[in-house]
T-cell receptor, first 113, second 111 residues
Framework: DVKVTQSSRYLVKRTGEKVFLECVQD?????MFWYRQDPGLGLRLIYF???????EKGDIPEGYSVSREKKERFSLILESASTNQTSMYLC????????????FGPGTRLTVT | DQQVKQNSPSLSVQEGRISILNCDYT??????FLWYKKYPAEGPTFLIS?????DKNEDGRFTVFLNKSAKHLSLHIVPSQPGDSAVYFC??????????FGQGTRLTINP
């Protein structure tokens, strides 16, 4: 079974803090993704990575950066957290090519005060 | 611009009856469509998919229908069970790897 884990289920940070969200997958997947989920907006793609050290912007990359130093780990960084980044953050991964379904982690509920 | 739209935020269905969840899209270049199911405090899990070259795909109680001319897909669940109560997201594949998601529909199955 594919397992995608996220470092925290709940996180509370102050405005201006630097925030790291970590994601690890154990199935040797090439692709990894970061989404945020907001009511009425569904899941929106922030960044994705198709290989180590490679990254591509998604639909809403502003205010975020990412890091992928190892194949199994994909980090989302909020350089200076703001209240409008309060959201549910979901990490996902999949294998490149044949199948298209993405496997999701349980999510991190981030609150910025 | 929302390329994938689920216009019903919520749907309530009686146990044993059919649940029909709808999704509309605007981009004719989407070549693959998927449905995900999400329980509270869990990540979405893959449910069923359909290629744009097909018009129907069935898996047990779940059937997805695709109408390309109308740019519309639907998920049918029959019979509906209490465990089906969740938020359902439709998604469409854009480019090599990217998925575009709808807003989600909260399905409640009433006993």
């Amino acid at each position: 079974d594919v397992k995608v884990t996220q470092s925290s289920r709940y996180l509370v940070k102050r405005t201006g803090e630097k925030v790291f969200l970590e994601c690890v997958q154990d199935m040797d997947h090439e692709n990894m993704f970061w989404y945020r989920q907001d009511p009425g907006l569904g899941l929106r793609l922030i960044y994705f990575s198709y290989d180590v050290k490679m990254k591509e912007k998604g639909d809403i990359p502003e205010g975020y950066s990412v890091s992928r130093e190892k194949k199994e780990r994909f980090s989302l960084i909020l350089e200076s957290a703001s209240t409008n980044q309060t959201s549910m953050y979901l990490c996902a991964s999949n294998r490149q090519g044949a199948r298209y379904e993405q496997y999701f982690g349980p999510g991190t509920r981030l609150t910025v005060t | 611009d929302q390329q994938v739209k689920q216009n019903s935020p919520s749907l309530s269905v009686q146990e044993g009856r059919i649940s029909i969840l709808n999704c509309d899209y605007t981009n004719s270049m989407f070549d693959y469509f998927l449905w995900y199911k999400k329980y509270p405090a869990e990540g979405p899990t893959f449910l069923i998919s359909i290629s744009s070259i097909k018009d129907k795909n069935e898996d047990g109680r779940f059937t997805v229908f695709l109408n390309k001319s109308a740019k519309h897909l639907s998920l049918h669940i029959v019979p509906s069970q209490p465990g089906d109560s969740a938020v359902y997201f439709c998604a469409a594949r854009e480019g090599a790897q990217k998925l575009v998601f709808g807003q989600g529909t909260r399905l409640t199955i009433n006993p």
